[in-house]
């Protein structure tokens, strides 16, 4: 099955800092990747996304590169903000569109 | 918010009772999934329904089990329950089973077993 993770469970930055967010994944045939942030008391919501067939992509103060080489992916947040605090989870996608989580990583936004 | 909701939002219930958890999928979605989510983790992959039929389902016992009905609304039954199924609950809804689709997830349902 699909294994996804994350290097570090915890990160701390200062408001206005840009953060970074990796995430490994183990199966060399993942090819749809997607980003999703939780808020306490909230499901999921949807950040950004990525093929295998490109390796960058940026929306609004998100950026998420995607390294096939070595199966890894960030997500970067532009100048970070308090309510960029949050709970960050990479996702592989499979063919038939079931999500498969890695266990995430606590983002605190220090003022 | 993403139009999907859930209820009820938190349930206690005792060890080898049966539950059932409500999922209203957005306007025009056809496809319902839903996840487990345990204290600390990343959500895991229960099942998916696809026009009332299961369409996949991860590694989760037979107890667990789901219906979707024509409106595309869909229940969660989870019989016998175990202390290990105290978690969030999860649904989320896309307009189709297809890569690329774009999840949206409820709020979730928090279920306690005692």
């Known amino acids: 099955g699909e294994s996804v993770g994350l290097h570090l469970p915890t990160l701390s930055v200062q408001e206005g800092d840009n953060s970074i967010i990796n995430c490994a994944y183990s199966n060399s045939a993942s090819d749809y990747f997607i980003w999703y942030k939780q808020e306490s008391g909230k499901g999921p919501q949807f950040i950004i996304d990525?093929?295998?067939?490109?390796d960058k992509r940026q929306g609004q103060r998100v950026t998420v590169l995607l390294n096939k080489t070595v199966k890894h992916l960030s997500l970067q947040i532009a100048a970070t903000q308090p309510g960029d605090s949050a709970v960050y989870f990479c996702a592989e996608n499979n063919g038939a569109n079931n999500l498969f989580f890695g266990t995430g990583t606590r983002l605190t936004v220090i003022p | 918010e993403t139009g999907v909701t859930q209820s009820p939002t938190h349930l206690i219930k005792t060890r080898g009772q049966q539950v059932t958890l409500r999922c209203s999928s957005q306007?025009?979605?056809?496809?319902v999934s839903w996840y487990q989510q345990a204290l600390g983790q990343g959500p895991q992959f229960i099942f998916q329904?696809?026009?009332?039929?299961?369409?996949g389902r991860g590694n989760f016992p037979p107890r667990f089990s789901g219906l979707q009905f024509p409106n595309y609304s869909s229940e969660l039954n989870v019989n016998a329950l175990e202390l290990d199924d105290s978690a969030l609950y999860l649904c989320?809804?896309?307009?189709?089973?297809?890569?690329?689709?774009?999840?949206?997830f409820g709020p979730g349902t928090r279920l306690l077993v005692l």
């Open positions: 989320a809804s896309s307009l189709a089973p297809r890569r690329g689709e774009t999840q949206y």
């Open positions: 329904y696809y026009r009332e039929e299961e369409n």
């Open positions: 990525i093929r295998s067939n490109m």
């Open positions: 306007s025009g979605h056809n496809t």
